[in-house]
């Protein structure tokens, strides 16, 4: 089965940094990738990734945070820098599978940027 599994989030002052990780298994993906959702509102994408190494970002993060990714241990990162209280959310890891083009999940982190 399909499992992506997040870590990393937490905790930090405005200014601060932190790196969220997310190990898939279970399939071959197209397209990884964060969003983030707070109470009340849609969730939104932050950043993705293709296969191919293409990346693409929300406007609001774009100097701030990076997604990269490890082949070889199948996991996504998502590097965050000069974090504000707007990053303030529920982040969630989101996988394409490249044969049936299903949408994967994660479980969430929560990552709150507060004095």
């Known amino acids: 089965q399909v499992q992506l599994v997040e870590s990393g989030g937490g905790l930090v002052q405005p200014g601060g940094s932190l790196r969220l990780s997310c190990a898939a298994s279970?399939?071959?993906?197209?397209?990884k990738g964060w969003y983030r959702q707070t109470p009340g509102k849609e969730r939104e994408l932050v950043a993705t990734?293709?296969?191919?190494?293409?990346?693409n970002y929300r406007d609001s993060v774009k100097g701030r945070f990076t997604i990269s990714t490890d082949n070889a241990k199948n996991t996504v990162y998502l590097q965050m820098n000069s974090l504000k209280p707007e990053d303030t959310a529920v982040y969630y890891c989101?996988?394409?599978?490249?044969?049936?083009?299903?949408?994967?999940w994660g479980q969430g982190t929560q990552v709150t940027v507060s004095s």
């Open positions: 279970g399939n071959i993906f197209v397209i």
């Open positions: 989101y996988a394409v599978a490249r044969y049936t083009r299903s949408d994967y």
């Open positions: 990734v293709t296969s191919g190494g293409s990346t």
